[in-house]
């Protein structure tokens, strides 16, 4: 008997301990963070299904175009995301992430930013702002992929002294038949404009000649090619 009474108290011992864990595991609260939400959002844009991850936001029209201005700036053919943290107090919180795009040309662009979250209702959303494309993305403002040519190099010498540097040269025309009277006075007012006080010209003496006026126009063209120049 006593060896029956035994077996039965330590079946009912371990039968109230599996009851009581049982009842301690439903007791947990689960956690319920922003992280699922922004799961989703990723997943949505990821894909470029701009409409889905807008309507995860708190915003979705100004998120839908902000999104879909960003896809078509940047010509991008995926986004890799990647969650690397959360955190969240009450109804408000933030997420950590890591986008990828891929770019033409098999180029891809990385950089790290932060999600905004708030909870209404009990369920997470987005709090859009520019950040959430870019954490340097300013309002009204989008990301573009734009190809600007190099700066052309200079020649150097072996001192490490330029001889020949990039520049400009500009030529300038002007049509003395339109002038007319007021030849002179364009001429000197075109060479004030690009170099003031630096050109002596000696033009409209008095008593000059057409021919004279001329000759002394050719040489103001010579003068600014070579004040433009630097010479």
Known sequence: MATKVTLASAANFALAVLVTTGAVSACTPRPDGPAPAAERFFAALSTGDTAAAAELSDDPSDAREAL??????????????????????????????????????????????????????GHWQIRW?????????????????????????????????????????????????????????????????????????GLGRSGAKPEEQVNQLLALYSKCLNAVQGK
């Open 129 to 201: 702002r520019s950040t959430d494309l870019h954490p340097r993305l300013g309002e009204h403002q989008t990301l573009v992929l734009r190809a600007d040519p190099p700066r052309r190099a200079a020649v150097n010498e072996v001192g490490g002294t330029d001889v020949l540097a990039p520049g400009y040269v500009y030529h300038y025309t002007l049509d003395a038949s339109k002038a007319g009277a007021y030849l002179i006075t364009t001429a000197r007012t075109l060479v004030d404009a690009l170099h003031p006080g630096r050109l002596d010209l």
């Open 68 to 121: 879909n201005a960003a896809w078509a700036g940047l010509q991008a053919t995926h986004l890799d995301t990647q969650i690397l943290g959360s955190k969240y107090t009450e109804d408000i919180g933030a997420i950590s992430y890591r986008y990828t795009w891929h770019l033409p040309k098999n180029r891809t662009w990385t950089y790290d930013g932060q999600l905004k979250m708030a909870r209404y209702e």
